[in-house]
């Protein structure tokens, strides 16, 4: 089983400054298979990013993805108030077939 | 417009069956290429997957769930049914269903989700 993890856990950091969220894979994953996340409190996680660095429909060009291989990356250009969320990587693999990584917490310093 | 809404009990026992329904719109089952997850997360925890049912009856189920896990799907209705059995307070979590992409990689649409607790 494919093992996701995210670092840091939480990050602080001020409006218009830049985030940079890891996801790591314990093994390698196809860049086609790897998606990210954001769920703001009491809501249901929206979709961001497919295939590594594909942007979701109507999500705002100040957020991208890159890696490959077992390390992968969300970088939030410049922060605006509405991103201060929890992220999650979720990569697609044998059992299960979709699993998701901790979460990184992006806060408000 | 693709939206999804779960709905069911807020509250059940231990040793229960639950049973959510998902009714969807935007979209529909019968169509080559469509798939429905349900999805769950328990509070302050990751989204966890638990099974996926398909445009042409596939099903598939968490490895680790599968023997309590059923779904199955309504298409005159456009909705797809859980029942998980033997529920337990580990349980306790917010039920999502979700739309998978096509490439069947990333949930694109995901339902406002629905909290079910486990308590005697």
């Known amino acids: 089983e494919i093992v996701l993890t995210q670092s840091p856990g939480t990050l602080s950091l001020s409006p218009g400054e830049r985030a940079t969220l890891s996801c790591r894979a314990s093994?390698?994953?196809?860049?086609?298979?790897l998606a990210w996340y954001q769920q703001k409190p009491g809501q249901a996680p929206r979709l961001l990013i497919h295939g590594a660095s594909y942007r979701a429909t109507g999500i705002p060009d100040r957020f991208s993805g890159s890696g490959s291989g077992t390390d992968f990356t969300l970088t939030i250009s410049r922060l605006e108030p509405e991103d201060f969320a929890v992220y999650y990587c979720q990569r697609y693999d044998s059992s299960p077939l979709w699993a998701f990584g901790p979460g990184t917490k992006v806060e408000i310093k | 417009q693709v939206t999804l809404k779960e709905s069911g009990p807020a509250l059940v026992k231990p040793t229960q069956t639950l049973t959510l329904t998902c009714t969807f719109s935007g979209f529909s089952l019968t169509t080559s290429g469509m798939r429905v997850n349900w999805i769950r997360q328990p509070p302050g925890k990751a989204p966890e997957w638990l099974a996926r049912?398909?445009?042409?009856?596939?099903?598939f189920y968490s490895t680790s769930l599968k023997t309590r896990l059923s779904i199955s799907k309504d298409t005159s209705k456009n909705q797809v049914v859980l029942t998980m059995t033997n529920m337990d307070p580990v349980d306790t979590a917010t039920y999502y269903c979700?739309?998978?992409?096509?490439?069947?990689?990333?949930?694109?649409?995901w339902g406002q989700g629905t909290l079910v607790t486990v308590s005697s």
């Open positions: 093994q390698s994953v196809s860049s086609s298979s």
């Open positions: 979700a739309r998978l992409g096509i490439p069947g990689t990333y949930f694109d649409y």
């Open positions: 049912i398909d445009w042409d009856g596939d099903r």
